[in-house]
């Protein structure tokens, strides 16, 4: 068989159903092999974006995302999503061709070592040296994309390789089972929580990866202990739950922080230390980590028990021995979760215009159904939506804090819908952010998608202003003029929207759900509250409880 088909096969043998590729002259055994399979090319308009996509499919299926690219250029345009998903810990595969390595005539023309440069942004990069080293390669770069803290991966696939004839056979993947945490560590976590006055949960990404949102429900059911979330965990327990305290958002003064404060043990279900830390640790507060691999020791994370091994498994034996004790107090903690509820419904129904950032979170929330999945750039709206949207189902809210790049809004909204064909997507991107991916929309409109895109347009980079402000310098360097947003879109194919007044936002997201198509809606926003509220308000009224 030629070795670009066998590559395909062994793609293919993995469950592969897509390849979010922008192929170069190097990938053209491949784009043949592809022609013939039935794994779908999505054809994409930057590297970038393809990386997005294929980290994305990777975070919502936990089977790793595959995109591919041509040499030097191409390659160079994965570098920001590869770190998008190593740090957000997402199984995703790059596939870079190169020029033939047996004999060159080229010269060092688009030649850069592209496996050295994935070196520090990957768990596994190699170039395929013979076309028999195809499946071990293919096969080993799976299991590590998506084993235990998933990341990506990257192999390079030379011309001359791609097109030599090959006898070896697929190897297919291995039955495997996560690791449980041994009975000891469990006891000894429950005897911690048993012993202490009290206990508050905090869920991480990692609740958020793999199905642990049933026990963690029945855990918080059985012991009454509260929970909060990190901005990756948001979703795993409903946030409308009675005992949720709220999202960790904010550093440092928030309310959530002043719950924490008033606990005496924290039990940390999958956070771990790449995700901005959640909370600051202190050596007065205790830390059970409870993850599927061991703490990695930072100055803001020391924990003095760890449970290592699956999640939803670790939850299942605690909850099993647990028992809910006559001394726990959670008196302080709920003060600080019911000053916390009063405030994010403040200015949810304020009517000015442009749109003051808490009516926008208050009506996107009406407008999405539980299951329904926005999509968030990376912006100082994201704060927003962190701290006020209640998730009440895991993965719904996808947003980036662990690399937070810009320009992953509209891509991983896209991903998204074609993951779940059937829920509402809707992608919150700031007006820079969306200007770094934008050409994906000729992308979405071609897929035929169904989704919007709402843009929080202030003409300029608001959170680097933001903090500028912070900082006690002028305003300066930071705005900016930006395309007719309404035009732009209709000059791709997709749906213009304008939002012209607060009570426009809310009908017009409905409309757009039930509209097919790629819906563009460019919403002025009103940011001038920031940092009132955001570093003022907030850090007062929480220093007051
Ligand atoms: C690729 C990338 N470049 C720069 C940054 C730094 N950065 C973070 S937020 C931000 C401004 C975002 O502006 P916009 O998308 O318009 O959203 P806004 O904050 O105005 O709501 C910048 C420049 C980043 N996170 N990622």
């Given at each position: 068989m030629k070795a670009s088909d066998l590559f395909i096969r062994a793609l293919e043998a993995e469950g592969v159903e897509y390849i979010f590729a922008i192929p170069g002259e190097e990938n053209l055994d491949m784009l043949e092999s592809l022609r013939n399979s039935t794994i779908r090319l999505i054809l994409v308009r930057h590297e970038q974006a393809g990386g997005f996509m294929a980290a994305t499919y990777g975070r919502l299926t936990g089977k790793t995302g595959v995109c591919m690219a041509t040499l030097?250029?191409?390659?160079?345009?994965?570098?920001?999503?590869?770190?998008?998903?190593?740090?957000?810990?997402?199984?995703?595969?790059?596939i870079t061709g190169q020029k033939p390595v047996?004999?060159?005539k080229q010269g060092q023309f688009q030649i850069i070592d592209v496996c050295d440069m994935m070196q520090s942004i990957t768990k596994y990069t190699r170039q395929i040296v013979a076309g028999d080293n195809i499946p071990s390669r293919v096969r080993e770069a799976f299991r590590l994309a998506e084993v235990e803290r998933p990341g990506a991966v990257h192999l390079e696939l030379p011309e001359d390789i791609a097109d030599e004839e090959t006898d070896e056979k697929i190897i297919a993947a291995s039955v495997q089972r996560r690791p449980v945490a041994e009975e000891k560590g469990i006891a000894h976590a429950v005897a911690m929580i048993e012993e202490s006055r009290s206990p508050v949960?905090?869920?991480?990404?990692?609740?958020?990866?793999?199905?642990?949102?049933?026990?963690?429900?029945?855990?918080?059911?059985?012991?009454?202990?509260?929970?909060?979330?990190?901005?990756?965990?948001?979703?795993?327990?409903?946030?409308?739950?009675?005992?949720?305290?709220?999202?960790?958002?904010?550093?440092?003064?928030?309310?959530?922080?002043?719950?924490?404060?008033?606990?005496?043990?924290?039990?940390?279900?999958?956070?771990?230390?790449?995700?901005?830390?959640?909370?600051?640790?202190?050596?007065?507060?205790?830390?059970?980590?409870?993850?599927f691999g061991g703490a990695s020791v930072d100055p803001v994370y020391f924990p003095q028990v760890e449970v290592v091994g699956d999640i939803a498994n670790s939850i299942w034996q605690m909850k099993e021995r647990l028992e809910p004790q006559s001394d726990w107090d959670f008196s302080k903690i709920l003060h600080a979760k019911d000053a916390h509820d009063a405030h994010i419904l403040e200015g949810a129904d304020d009517d000015r215009f442009p749109v003051y950032p808490?009516?926008?979170?208050?009506?996107?929330?009406k407008a999405m159904p539980p299951e329904g999945i926005i999509a968030l750039d990376n912006g100082v709206y994201k704060i927003w939506f962190a701290r006020n949207y209640r998730a009440s189902m895991p993965n719904t809210v996808l947003l980036d804090n662990a690399l937070a790049t810009m320009g992953a809004g509209l891509p991983s909204a896209m991903a998204a819908k074609m993951v779940h064909p059937d829920r509402p997507v809707l992608a919150i991107c700031g007006d820079g952010g969306f200007?770094?991916?934008?050409?994906?929309?000729?992308?979405?409109?071609?897929?035929?998608?169904?989704?919007?895109?709402?843009?929080?347009?202030?003409?300029?980079?608001?959170?680097?202003?933001?903090?500028?402000?912070?900082?006690?310098?002028?305003?300066?360097?930071?705005?900016?003029?930006?395309?007719?947003?309404?035009?732009?879109?209709?000059?791709?194919?997709?749906?213009?929207?304008?939002?012209?007044?607060?009570?426009?936002?809310?009908?017009?997201?409905?409309?757009?759900?039930?509209?097919?198509?790629?819906?563009?809606?460019?919403?002025?926003?009103?940011y001038s509250d920031n940092d009132r509220i955001l570093n003022n308000d907030i850090k007062r009224l929480s220093a007051e409880l």
């Amino acid at each position: 068989m030629k070795a670009s088909d066998l590559f395909i096969r062994a793609l293919e043998a993995e469950g592969v159903e897509y390849i979010f590729a922008i192929p170069g002259e190097e990938n053209l055994d491949m784009l043949e092999s592809l022609r013939n399979s039935t794994i779908r090319l999505i054809l994409v308009r930057h590297e970038q974006a393809g990386g997005f996509m294929a980290a994305t499919y990777g975070r919502l299926t936990g089977k790793t995302g595959v995109c591919m690219a041509t040499l030097g250029p191409g390659a160079t345009n994965f570098v920001t999503a590869a770190a998008y998903a190593q740090l957000g810990a997402m199984p995703m595969m790059m596939i870079t061709g190169q020029k033939p390595v047996k004999s060159s005539k080229q010269g060092q023309f688009q030649i850069i070592d592209v496996c050295d440069m994935m070196q520090s942004i990957t768990k596994y990069t190699r170039q395929i040296v013979a076309g028999d080293n195809i499946p071990s390669r293919v096969r080993e770069a799976f299991r590590l994309a998506e084993v235990e803290r998933p990341g990506a991966v990257h192999l390079e696939l030379p011309e001359d390789i791609a097109d030599e004839e090959t006898d070896e056979k697929i190897i297919a993947a291995s039955v495997q089972r996560r690791p449980v945490a041994e009975e000891k560590g469990i006891a000894h976590a429950v005897a911690m929580i048993e012993e202490s006055r009290s206990p508050v949960l905090l869920i991480g990404a990692g609740a958020n990866r793999k199905l642990t949102s049933k026990m963690l429900t029945e855990f918080v059911g059985k012991t009454g202990i509260p929970f909060v979330t990190t901005q990756m965990g948001k979703g795993v327990v409903d946030e409308n739950n009675a005992l949720f305290l709220g999202n960790a958002t904010l550093s440092a003064g928030d309310f959530v922080h002043r719950a924490i404060d008033a606990a005496d043990l924290i039990i940390n279900v999958g956070h771990d230390v790449v995700e901005k830390p959640p909370f600051f640790m202190d050596t007065n507060v205790k830390v059970i980590h409870v993850n599927f691999g061991g703490a990695s020791v930072d100055p803001v994370y020391f924990p003095q028990v760890e449970v290592v091994g699956d999640i939803a498994n670790s939850i299942w034996q605690m909850k099993e021995r647990l028992e809910p004790q006559s001394d726990w107090d959670f008196s302080k903690i709920l003060h600080a979760k019911d000053a916390h509820d009063a405030h994010i419904l403040e200015g949810a129904d304020d009517d000015r215009f442009p749109v003051y950032p808490q009516r926008a979170v208050a009506d996107i929330r009406k407008a999405m159904p539980p299951e329904g999945i926005i999509a968030l750039d990376n912006g100082v709206y994201k704060i927003w939506f962190a701290r006020n949207y209640r998730a009440s189902m895991p993965n719904t809210v996808l947003l980036d804090n662990a690399l937070a790049t810009m320009g992953a809004g509209l891509p991983s909204a896209m991903a998204a819908k074609m993951v779940h064909p059937d829920r509402p997507v809707l992608a919150i991107c700031g007006d820079g952010g969306f200007m770094m991916n934008s050409q994906e929309l000729e992308t979405a409109v071609r897929l035929n998608l169904h989704l919007t895109v709402l843009i929080l347009r202030d003409d300029a980079y608001g959170m680097i202003k933001w903090k500028q402000a912070n900082m006690g310098f002028d305003n300066f360097g930071l705005d900016y003029g930006n395309p007719d947003f309404v035009k732009y879109a209709q000059s791709y194919g997709a749906q213009g929207h304008r939002v012209e007044s607060a009570e426009e936002l809310l009908p017009l997201l409905l409309k757009c759900q039930q509209e097919h198509g790629v819906h563009l809606i460019d919403m002025p926003i009103d940011y001038s509250d920031n940092d009132r509220i955001l570093n003022n308000d907030i850090k007062r009224l929480s220093a007051e409880l």
